[in-house]
């Protein structure tokens, strides 16, 4: 083929980079990726296993996860026709953003925020308009209001805890911003089982422009079964379902997120143990000379070191994996690492000391 291959591409792939975690997925102490230190316990799995094992692998399955929608909306208490279950929350990013977006359409993204959304953003040639985190990295609600009118942007996303700053906006503030904007607002709530604040998902019906998306990567501890979930009122979830890539749930994953919810107590379990040892880990940050600490609402801790390069492969050499988020907006020199077990946590404590 004589013609340059990049031609035939889309033209946005040349300001994209591939998807990569730096230090890898594999460590004897791993905490760079926000995941839940608690497996599902081997009784479930079998439980989970064993009704798998009667499903024929042959056919196709449904061609949304309806058992698993509703599953997740009895729990929730709502309306089965206000969910829709995705292979994990990224591809329901990916839809949420082709039902959304376009060439010239403006998607507001405060920074820094997950580096997916920008990504998503610009290959369907949508235009960016950033607002800076303050600088202890809180949300600048004021300045995301007043941004989204001049700018009259058409897509709002705010992920509340925020990833990777560890931040919240409250209820009111989220309210606020969907008030008084004309344009869609998703609110990625990928942590909110961590949080002191309150989800906005009671006000879906009220907020006709709102659209809350969840993980079970978190503190559901699902991250290798790959579920997410969006939650919107029915008229506007039957204009997102559109652009949904079918069949892509498989039964595996409905039988495994009934089950779990089945079985909450072990999440709530979970998520106390986590938010105890996060208030243990923080006191021993904040007694180590040379480490600022920042006020975490999630499962995970930023803190900021001296050079934060040195400090990631220190660590690493020493089998501890974290994430060097210094890349990030606001975030020079700041490493990130989910709260991990109660000896997991020492170990990264006993190393960040002799640092």
Not at 44 to 72: C, H, Q, S, T
Not at 254 to 275: D, F, G, H, P
């Amino acid at each position: 083929m004589k013609k340059d291959i990049n031609s035939l591409l889309n033209p946005a792939l040349k300001n994209i980079a591939t998807y990569s975690v730096e230090g890898g997925q594999q460590a004897e102490v791993k905490l760079n990726q926000n995941e839940s230190p608690f497996d599902v316990p081997m009784w479930l799995k079998e439980e989970i296993v064993g009704e798998f094992i009667k499903e024929p692998w042959n056919r196709y399955p449904d061609i949304l996860p309806y058992r698993g929608m509703e599953a997740y909306a009895k729990f929730l208490g709502i309306s089965s026709d206000s969910v829709m279950m995705s292979n994990g929350s990224n591809e329901m990013l990916y839809t949420i953003f082709l039902a959304s977006l376009g060439p010239g359409r403006k998607v507001l993204i405060p920074a820094p925020s997950f580096s997916l959304y920008a990504k998503i953003a610009l290959l369907l040639q949508s235009q960016i308009v950033g607002v800076p985190m303050l600088p202890g990295l809180d949300f600048d609600t004021e300045a995301i209001i007043r941004t989204a009118h001049d700018e009259a942007v058409d897509f709002i996303v705010i992920s509340t805890p925020n990833n990777p700053t560890s931040k919240s906006l409250t209820f009111e503030e989220v309210r606020l911003i969907a008030e008084s904007s004309d344009a869609l607002v998703l609110v990625d709530e990928a942590y909110i089982e961590f949080s002191k604040q309150r989800s906005i998902l009671e006000l879906i019906d009220t907020l006709p422009n709102v659209i809350v998306l969840r993980t079970m990567s978190k503190a559901l501890a699902l991250a290798g079964i790959r579920i997410g979930f969006a939650i919107a009122n029915p008229v506007l979830m039957g204009e997102l379902a559109k652009p949904k890539i079918p069949f892509s749930s498989s039964r595996l994953a409905e039988i495994t997120i009934t089950k779990v919810l089945e079985n909450y107590s072990l999440v709530t379990y979970a998520v106390s143990c986590i938010l105890k040892e996060r208030k243990r880990l923080s006191a021993a940050l904040e007694s180590i000379a040379g480490v600022t600490l920042f006020e975490s609402d999630t499962n995970f801790l930023i803190i900021r070191v001296n050079n934060a390069e040195s400090v990631f492969q220190s660590l690493r050499s020493a089998g501890i994996l974290v994430r060097n988020v210094s890349g990030y907006h606001l975030m020079e020199n700041c490493l990130r690492f989910n709260v991990g077990l109660v000896e997991e946590n020492q170990r990264l404590i006993e190393k960040l000391s002799s640092l």
